[in-house]
């Protein structure tokens, strides 16, 4: 009534006058289907004067309530959303009718009877516009041919192989064998991120955010900045108070930790996820560890596959980097080769992942950790090993190759 193109968009979304539940609506858009047939102008004045000649002005409602239509809805600026809402509610009314009327036969219904009626059900489903939300035409797509945007870890060796580190809107998994030094190494690729100019968060659940935060200040740490000691456990080494200072004003507003005071289930990570990805643009998600991530479901697997789902449409969505720590499992220690499936849990972990590095350092007294690509969705290039060296005298770590 209040713009005749609208019929055009009503006829791609292939109105009815059945979708209407009012009957004073079905008459109403059934004229105004036949005045666009038929070519005729249609506005307030020349479609009161078709439902008078009619005889079904008074059916439609009457002049008061004919006229109260044009001002429910002034403009025709949303008559797209408009039309969805209203063949989706018809849509649910045809299978709620459906399914009501074969209700009285359903005792008597065999296998193909009740084939048929499902078979119904779906193709009032598939009728509904809600179906096109599902699917977009590929000439429709821009194709981005620039380089993936990514976060260099800092090992050279690893962001060859990843084609300039880990991309964005990627799931990583570290694993590795307690001692293996994951959590040094971690602390390398945070402090590359920072260095970089990307904001980062670490969640630690098995450290306190002090212990957490004594161990990456010592690995970022200048080394006229480090303060050596001994005590009746041997050496000790501390960040100095000007070292403290300095790496504060660094992090301000760059780097965040999980609060000791939130309970460190799956809504609450994937809320500071979201949260801190919009409001304070961190790009790097650091998770350490899985199992201790309490998520929902009904046994270890189920609440697995729940927060390794959770944390790769998070990647996906806001198109950031997540770096989850998970444990070995036993069968690790007995196979000569790691392998993608030696993380601990169900195997959706190794499945859904992008990237998937293990750690393994061969000898307790030796000062080397081996870092193995075992996945790379997004280059195909595995099995690269990286030797990381670590100074008997300092936390950090070096890149022997």
Known sequence: MIEPESVLVANQFNLSVDDFFHPQHQIIYNCIKKMHDSGDAIDFVTLKHNLEKTDLLEKAGGVSYFTSLTSAVPTT??????????????????IYNLISDRAKTIKKMDGQDMIKLANEVKATVLDSPCVDDLFVDAS???????????????????????????????????????????????????????????????????????????????????????????????KTIKVTDEGVSQINKWLKD????????AQADETNISTVI????????????????LMT??????????????????????????????????????????????????????SEIANLS?????????????????????????????????????????TPMQNSN
């Open 77 to 94: 600026k949303n008559i797209y959303y408009h039309i969805k809402i209203l063949k989706e509610l018809a849509t649910k009314r045809n």
């Open 140 to 234: 429709d797509i821009t194709l981005d041919t620039t380089p993936s945007p990514s976060i260099q870890t800092g090992f050279a060796p690893l962001d060859s192989v990843t084609s300039g580190g880990l991309n964005f809107g990627t799931l990583t998994v570290l694993t590795g064998s307690p001692g293996s030094r994951k959590s040094t190494f971690l602390n390398q690729i945070l402090a590359n991120a920072l260095s970089l100019g990307f904001n980062s968060f670490l969640y630690s659940g098995e450290l306190t955010a002090q212990m957490a935060l004594d161990w990456f200040y010592k690995t970022v740490s200048n080394p006229i900045h480090l303060s050596f000691g001994v005590n009746s456990f041997g």
């Open 254 to 261: 760059k780097l965040f930790l999980f609060s000791k005071n």
């Open 274 to 289: 979201e949260f801190l990805s919009i409001k304070k643009n961190v790009k790097l998600f650091v998770l350490d560890n």
């Open 293 to 346: 991530i309490e998520c929902r479901g009904t046994d270890k697997y189920e609440k697995q596959i729940n927060v390794i789902k959770s944390l790769k449409n998070l990647a996906k969505n806001y198109n950031i980097v997540i770096i989850l720590v998970a444990h070995s499992n036993k069968n690790s220690i007995m196979r000569s080769k790691p392998h993608v499936f030696d993380i601990s849990g169900a």
């Open 354 to 394: 992008d990237y998937i590095l293990t750690a393994t350092r061969y000898n307790d007294h030796d000062n080397e950790t081996t870092i193995l690509l075992l996945k790379n969705r997004i280059t195909g290039l595995i099995k690269k090993h990286l030797q990381l060296k670590f100074s008997p005298d300092f």
